[in-house]
DNA sequence: TAATAATATACGTATATACATATATATGCT
DNA sequence: AGCATATATATGTATATACGTATATTATTA
């Protein structure tokens, strides 16, 4: 992993959003991301399928989900940057309405692994 | 400053590796980067200018010269995210290579304030 | 096995971003 | 004033990136 791989990663705001989630979160399937960002299957499938590939995130197949979360093998600085990154995002409007729209959804699936 | 905007400077390898060497250098002019990162005084020069668009960096003109420097009123956690940027960035080559041209440049401006 | 749900991918298009080159502006010096 | 140096900007072009829509894949359930 490097700076210039995760800053890149970092500088879509759908990646962004997805991200802030997932560190407060731990792990979040599709659909889920898709109802609290409130944006098309597509989009965020894609968005999660490049942040796979440049290995910012790693993903787990539990029947039809597929439960995304942080590569718990980013070197140290990589989690420090992205702890900063939450730390200035909770300041956001935005952030607050995602993390509200994800706590209200209905059926949310519950087969994860708590971490 | 928001996340967004921050992390969208850093999304560019020509700002990111003028970042890196502004954080170690405490300030530069536009003829030093140019110098160090081997690139047109043009290209520098627009990059910085969209830094200084975005309030990460500012600048202050000493004569021809026209320095520039991180915004000391960044907030906190962008102040740690570039710092863990940096950590990340010194184990590069590019990053390494960067500093080495930087440090042989002859007749560097000596009329930097110290920081 | 058919139908449904969750997720992924392909493809054409639109937009954003960076680039090189040329030119403009500002300062210092003689 | 005239010239050199440092920096900035304008412009057209190329490239990267994101997007929407349609379709494919994989797993579950009836």
């Given at each position: 992993m490097t700076p210039e791989i995760l800053l890149k990663s970092l500088s879509d705001q759908t990646r962004l959003r997805s991200l802030m989630l997932l560190i407060q979160e731990g792990e979040l399937c599709v659909c889920e991301l898709t109802y609290a960002l409130d944006l098309s299957q597509p989009k965020i499938s894609r968005h999660l399928a490049s942040l796979r590939d440049m290995q910012v995130v790693v993903d787990r197949r539990a029947g039809q989900w597929i439960y995304y979360s942080i590569n718990?093998?980013?070197?140290e600085w990589a989690k420090e940057l992205l702890q900063a990154t939450l730390r200035g995002s909770q300041k956001e409007k935005q952030y607050k309405a995602d993390m509200k729209k994800l706590k209200s959804m209905?059926?949310?699936?519950?087969n994860r692994i708590c971490v």
């Amino acid at each position: 992993m490097t700076p210039e791989i995760l800053l890149k990663s970092l500088s879509d705001q759908t990646r962004l959003r997805s991200l802030m989630l997932l560190i407060q979160e731990g792990e979040l399937c599709v659909c889920e991301l898709t109802y609290a960002l409130d944006l098309s299957q597509p989009k965020i499938s894609r968005h999660l399928a490049s942040l796979r590939d440049m290995q910012v995130v790693v993903d787990r197949r539990a029947g039809q989900w597929i439960y995304y979360s942080i590569n718990p093998k980013l070197p140290e600085w990589a989690k420090e940057l992205l702890q900063a990154t939450l730390r200035g995002s909770q300041k956001e409007k935005q952030y607050k309405a995602d993390m509200k729209k994800l706590k209200s959804m209905a059926n949310r699936p519950d087969n994860r692994i708590c971490v």
